[in-house]
């Protein structure tokens, strides 16, 4: 059996959530289950449930791992759900249980999970478009240690797809 990649979307909460990161964050879920790979998020709402809504549409595997200790908080689109109990510090089982990450937008928690990521050297993609606190290093490094550019694409699909030219 041949394990499914697993990509992680991150992005905006409910604060701070507009449209235009929902649907970025829809149409990303969707390419990923049609990619064939397993949806990875926060599992809570804003760009998480957005994503997770748009894999589920497409028959994919969605997993949701939460920070608080309690699996109902999970929105209603997540197959798997791991409530972790570990606030914050749960930004590093996200980074590290993906293959590669997809920013959608995004504040300091969303910047949190892309330093770890960083610093685990994951592949990240980022769409060009949204802001968010990880806009400043598209197409760049977070630091001089250049573990890992951050490619930035213009659409959900071309996101998708240049991660797992990376990744596959």
Same mark, same amino acid.
């Given at each position: ?7 992680? *979307? ?5 604060? %701070?959530?507009?449209? !235009?990161?929902?649907? &970025? ?9 049609? #990619?064939? @790979? ?11 449930? &957005?994503?997770?809504?748009? =894999?589920?549409? =497409?028959?994919?595997?969605?997993? +949701?791992?939460?920070?608080?200790? /309690?699996? #109902?908080?999970? /929105?209603p689109?997540?197959?798997?759900? !791991?409530?972790?109990?570990? +606030?914050?510090?749960? $930004?590093?089982? /996200? =980074?590290? #249980? =993906?293959? %590669?990450?997809?920013? *959608? ?6 910047? #949190?999970?892309? @330093? &770890?990521?960083?610093m ?6 980022? !769409? ?7 806009s400043?290093?598209? $197409?760049?490094?977070? $630091?001089?240690?250049? /573990? ?5 694409? $213009? ?12 990744? &596959?």
């Open positions: 059996m041949v394990k499914k990649l697993q990509i992680l *979307v991150i992005g905006h909460n409910d604060n %701070g959530c507009m449209e !235009i990161h929902k649907k &970025a964050a829809y149409e990303t879920g969707l390419e990923i289950a049609r #990619s064939d @790979c397993v949806l990875i998020t926060g599992g809570l709402g804003g760009v998480m449930n &957005a994503a997770s809504r748009g =894999a589920h549409d =497409a028959g994919g595997i969605t997993v +949701g791992i939460l920070p608080q200790d /309690n699996p #109902s908080l999970a /929105n689109y997540c197959d798997i759900v !791991i409530p972790t109990g570990m +606030g914050l510090t749960r $930004d590093f089982l /996200n =980074a590290l #249980s =993906a293959d %590669g990450i997809v920013i *959608v937008g995004g504040g300091s928690g969303t910047l #949190s999970e892309v @330093c &770890a990521a960083y685990y050297k994951k592949p990240m993609v980022a !769409i060009r478009g949204l802001g968010g606190a990880a400043q290093f598209i $197409d760049d490094y977070i $630091d001089h240690r250049k /573990n890992v550019k951050i490619i930035g694409v $213009d659409t959900p699909a071309e996101a998708v797809r240049k991660l797992l030219e990376i990744i &596959a």
